[in-house]
């Protein structure tokens, strides 16, 4: 199967979707895509092609290097998706024309049956994914004039277009990927069953269980009233003198993502920002502009463009207030007299956790991390993020580290203590230790084994012709089936 061999052999930028590995980078294809409601028939498909690039002089006639369904692709697709690899400084030693072939045919299967089964989803969240990998491009360029000589494109609107088509054919292999296995399970039986066949156990890594205490320093009211009070200014002079609240947000906010697009976001509600950020987006109207407000990345105002359905797109000015240097030397101090009286005996880590941290998401459960990939209390010590790896690599069980200095997502400075609760030797993996991860390999191989029943029974009932050199390639898929 395609989808294991990618997984396994080639180091390929992907979409994660739970189970395996799906190329779809923004760029990697120039495609021509039929429309959706009309399947391309056999005597029809170069014809059509050919007339689509007559009506557009801009792309190169190219040859077609199959077809699957409703979605061709072109040579230049393949050529494309390798010169993307290789500017993002990807390794493609091992990486053949063949692989990258039996990907996109991979993709355009599951595309085109999202589609057959109306997996629906809006141009207005497509719209939203295009305009943040936009302005990530943006931003890794230098500018959109850069974007377009890389792509070979000759103006934004070409190259928007092109994102929000490869966007939304990815979107919807995801969403249909998703669907195979959303109702797939794993019983305790059948986990232990999995690991009993097991002819080679796996190894585990050395893992450990980690608490930690975090002090902030405090802001003082006078900065917070005095990034309140500029943030009313600039809401005074956009609505009473008619000054550029995208202006302002170019020069003023410190949100590096959106400030040089004049602060513009477009925002759904089930996009990942923060719920006073959302709360407040979507309580406004048409050019309304908020009160300023708070969240964990500073204070904001926030200006509706647009609101479309269940979308807004807005622009929003972020300024972060500063703490002072006698704050951040108090915050310092009390995290020493914590650390001292832990040593010391005189109070446990959890219970000073729960007195004294001010990281929300762990002081009441006395300072446990929980792994955001596992949702377990474990860390592989060399899976983990490298920085913390760092702190806590020659720690042993039980032992506490020294006062840890480090910034915040706003640039801020935080003190921290780390203990290592509980520290796992590597091993090989035992079922009753270790029953977790055995049960996400488990449910990982029966996923696996769905999508494969699945891709084998639709590539029998789809229309697919693969051309030229690509029909003799070593496809783990029957996808050559003429």
């Not at 959890?350 to 009441?364: G, Q």
């Not at 796992?424 to 029953?435: C, K, L, Q, S, W």
Request: aromatic letters at 6%.
């Amino acid at each position: 199967m395609q989808l294991r061999i990618m997984n396994l052999k080639l180091s390929i930028k992907p979409v994660l979707v739970g189970f395996g590995v799906m190329l779809s980078s923004f760029g990697y294809a120039q495609e021509v895509i039929v429309t959706d409601s009309t399947a391309i028939q056999p005597d029809a498909e170069v014809k059509k092609v050919e007339k689509s690039q007559q009506g557009n002089q801009r792309k190169k006639v190219d040859g077609i290097a199959a077809v699957i369904g409703e979605y061709i692709i072109l040579d230049s697709d393949i050529d494309l998706m390798y010169k993307d690899m290789q500017s993002q400084g990807m390794s493609t030693g091992d990486v053949t024309d063949c692989n990258l072939a039996g990907s996109l045919m991979e993709n355009k299967l599951y595309a085109h049956h999202a589609i057959q089964d109306s997996i629906i989803i809006p141009d207005a969240q497509i719209n939203g994914i295009v305009d943040q990998r936009l302005q990530g491009l943006t931003q890794q360029a230098g500018s959109m004039e850069k974007i377009l000589e890389f792509y070979n494109k000759e103006s934004e609107a070409e190259l928007r277009q092109e994102i929000f088509d490869l966007t939304k054919q990815s979107q919807l292999t995801q969403r249909m990927q998703q669907k195979i296995i959303e109702e797939i399970e794993i019983t305790p039986e059948e986990v232990r069953q999995y690991y009993n066949k097991m002819e080679e156990k796996p190894m585990f890594g050395t893992e450990v269980e980690l608490s930690q205490i975090v002090i902030e320093p405090e802001i003082p009211a006078s900065e917070k009233k005095k990034i309140i009070d500029r943030l009313n200014e600039f809401k005074a002079d956009i609505e009473e003198n008619g000054a550029s609240f995208s202006t302002k947000a170019v020069l003023y906010s410190q949100d590096p993502g959106t400030a040089s697009d004049g602060g513009r976001v477009t925002l759904t509600r089930k996009d990942p920002f923060v719920k006073e950020f959302k709360d407040v987006a979507f309580s406004l109207q048409e050019t309304e502009i908020s009160e300023p407000f708070e969240t964990e990345f500073g204070y904001h105002i926030i200006q509706i463009d647009k609101i479309r359905g269940q979308t807004v797109e807005l622009r929003h000015i972020l300024l972060i207030p500063d703490v002072t240097n006698a704050s951040v030397e108090k915050a310092r101090a009390e995290i020493d007299t914590i650390r001292n009286r832990i040593v010391a005996g005189d109070i446990e880590f959890a219970e000073a956790a729960k007195e004294a941290s001010d990281e929300e998401e762990t002081k009441n459960d006395g300072g446990k991390l929980i792994n955001p990939r596992t949702g377990d209390t474990r860390f592989e010590l060399t899976k983990i993020d490298p920085e913390l790896f760092k702190q806590v690599e020659d720690l042993d069980e039980g032992e506490l580290s020294l006062v840890l200095t480090q910034k915040d997502r706003t640039g801020r400075p935080q003190f921290k203590i780390i203990k290592v609760t509980k520290k796992i030797a590597e091993h090989e993996a035992d079922y009753a230790t270790d029953f977790q991860k055995i049960k996400e390999l488990a449910l990982r191989d029966k996923q696996l084994d769905a999508i494969e029943k699945w891709q084998k029974e639709k590539i029998a009932d789809t229309y697919i012709k693969v051309n030229g050199k690509y029909r003799d390639c070593e496809y783990t898929s029957d996808w050559v089936k003429n």
